[in-house]
Structures are given as C-alpha cells and as structure tokens.
C-alpha cells in the first residue's frame, strides 16, 4: 500500500522531494491507513525507482550549486499507480481485529486476566479515539475524504468501547 501513497502523492505533486512525500504522509496522518516508518518509505522509494516507476530529475535550484534530486513518475510508475488504485480499491475484507482472537477462549483462563486484557483495550481504544480528535481538529490540514474515513474510524472505536465495557461487567 505504500508504494500507492508514494505513487499518488507523485501524480499530485511531480518533482517533490522525498522527504516532503513522507512529512505529506505525515500530516496528513496517512499512518492511520498504512503502518510505515522512514525506513520503510525510503525502501518502497528505492524498490519503486529500481523498478523504473519513479526516477529522479536533478534541478539545479537558484543560489545552490548542489545539484537536488526530486521524483518524478515514469510512463510504468503511471500504469502502476492505475493497477494498484483499482486492486485496492476493489477490496473488500473482513474486519480483522487479533483482540477477537483470544476472546474465542475466555473460558480457558482466570476472569481476571481478561478483566486485565479488556482494561487494557479500553485504554488503548480511547487513546486511538483521541488521536483521531486530534486529527480531526484541524481538518483544514487534511483531505477531506480523510476527515470522513477518520470519523467512520472513530465510530468503529466507539462501537468497540463500548462493547469492551460491556464485557467488563460479565467479569
């Protein structure tokens, strides 16, 4: 999925940097679509150039001798980015949360290690919650579109809340 993010980001804004695609992802709290890290930016960057999806322009800018390399999609980087938008676009899979997992076999533990695991999705539910506040308040910085996903995601997390609550009392 990351290689799309690059891939569109460079539709949008051609000859950019790679470090402003990746400060774009950032503000644009694209994290809460894809886990990345820088590392893995500069890898899909690099394994996208080699697959001549990309390649860099130098531009000689004013008053700088030093040559700077910015990105630029190939004729390949623009079918790529088509193929990936539909495939990704076109998926539709269950929600997968692990948490559901062990839930299956509550009644092979002690209730107070899921009172434990549940206090523990509580509080890693309301901090997603108030993250996505977070990001929501200053939605003149985000895609619109993004702003709607974030607060879709934040009903899910709420959904999720409530029914960690709910769980709680049966213990």
């Known amino acids: 999925m990351i290689p799309l993010l690059i891939l569109g980001l460079l539709k949008e804004k051609p000859q950019s940097y790679g470090y402003e695609l990746l400060a774009d992802m950032e503000a644009n ?4 679509l894809v886990r990345f ?3 893995s930016f500069y890898y899909n960057i ?18 700088n001798e030093k040559e700077k390399n910015r990105y630029i999609l190939t004729e390949s980087g ?3 980015f088509e193929r990936l938008f539909v ?3 076109s998926e539709n899979e269950p929600i997968t949360f692990p948490f559901y997992t062990p839930m299956l076999f509550v009644n092979q533990v ?9 206090e523990m999705q509580i509080k890693q539910t309301r901090k997603k919650i108030q993250m996505i ?3 929501l308040q200053t939605q003149e910085q985000v895609r619109p579109i993004f702003a709607k996903m974030m607060e879709n995601s934040k009903r899910h997390h709420e959904v999720n809340l ?5 769980q709680l009392t049966d213990y």
């Open 29 to 32: 709290y694209f994290q809460y």
């Open 37 to 39: 890290t820088k590392g």
């Open 46 to 63: 690099q394994q996208l150039e080699e697959k001549n999806m990309i390649e860099k322009v130098s531009i000689n800018e004013e008053g």
């Open 78 to 80: 623009e079918r790529e």
């Open 87 to 89: 495939k990704y676009g």
């Open 110 to 118: 002690e209730p107070d290690e899921i009172k434990q695991l549940l």
């Open 133 to 135: 506040d977070s990001a």
């Open 162 to 166: 409530a029914w960690f609550y709910e």
